[in-house]
């Protein structure tokens, strides 16, 4: 994933799945106001994707549980 890291939330929400940051590519990304942006780089690789589909599973059944 690539997350503007002035966007707090995505990058919480990122890392709460157990993503791993990879770096910064500093001032990378222009928005239409004319401002550069940092971008945060993230990722997930085989295991880590597993271990994150249980998780994100096991959160959903805690505030969604099955009838």
Same mark, same amino acid.
């Not at 239409?32 to 945060?40: E, K, L, R």
């Given at each position: 994933w690539w =997350? #503007?890291?002035?966007?707090k939330r995505a990058i919480g929400s990122i890392e709460k799945i157990g993503a791993v940051f990879e +770096?910064?590519?500093r001032s990378h990304t222009r928005f239409?106001? +004319?401002?550069? @942006? $940092? =971008? @945060?780089v993230y990722s997930l690789v085989s295991d880590e994707i597993r271990? #994150?589909?249980v998780g994100i599973s096991a959160r =959903? $059944?805690?505030h969604h549980p099955a009838q």
């Open positions: =997350i #503007a890291t002035r966007n +770096g910064t590519l239409s106001d +004319g401002t550069w @942006a $940092d =971008i @945060a271990r #994150a589909m =959903i $059944d805690e």
